[in-house]
């Protein structure tokens, strides 16, 4: 166990690393995610390319100086130019390219405006597709809103939560803990389906929380019942310590009437306070391996099982 109470390396997976929104051409976008430097950009075609930051040459980084032109990225030290394979396809005092010269090359996908890189630690090729998000193709659901949270845990605490149904009356005093009609792992899928009252002023709603996932870093929650939205939950390891949660809402018809807007209003505070009131429970909380449970909570460690494949050394 590390110094953070917990014993796991990152996850494999597909991971958002930027929005697309955020990668325009000809420009050279830096993160730090994956436990290293990252810079994203697009290729003459426009598909997304992120690469770890260091250049192949003297490893000088990409992205203090570095430059996007003609389809390639140029490091700022010595004019070393990478195609979107991270090949080096120039070297400007040279008469040709240095064969042996890669920079590691995260594959990409995008999808309603993320883009997300592929990681293995074994540098192998994706394993699965990103799933859909039909609600960005709907013209009946708003744009999305983003929230972003950097979190001093891993991501494998985090997700548990969604399995722990006994803590959202406890540490989210949720009214009347939801009923769980089907927890289900299905190779690199989770299905999470939930009928839940809502309170409102004219009294309980009923209403659905459903939440389908797909790897350790994706999952879209899906709300009916006083309002419907569709929540794309986004987790990236920042290192092995340190993750970003990205909130992505989309509400239906959320300005149809004055009191459908205060409702949506009122759901996103309320979900982005949720996560508020989690975060200093996972920053200070020890993993457990083998834990003292009720005999409720055997999801949670179903979802650990799940989880497993998703660690390779
Ligand atoms: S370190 Fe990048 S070109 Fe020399
Ligand atoms: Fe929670």
Redesign the pocket.
Known sequence: MNSKGFPFPMPLGWFKVALSAEVPPDQLLTRHYLGTELVIWRDEDGHAVCHEAY?A????HLGVGGSVSNGCVH?P????AYDGTGRNVEIPYADGPNARAHLRTFPTVERGGIVLAWYHPRREPPLWDVMDIPEYDDPEYADYEVFEYTIGTCMQEIGENGFDQAHFEFVHSHPKVGTAEQVRFDGYDRVVLTSQQFPSSKGPVDGRIDVVGRGPGFAITRYQGLIDASLVGCSTPIDEETTQVTFLFSLRNPDRDERTARIARAFVDSVSREIGQDIPIWEHKRYTPTPALASSEKPIMDYRRWYEQFYCS
């Open positions: 250049c040459h003297l490893g000088a490091c030290f010595h004019g070393w």
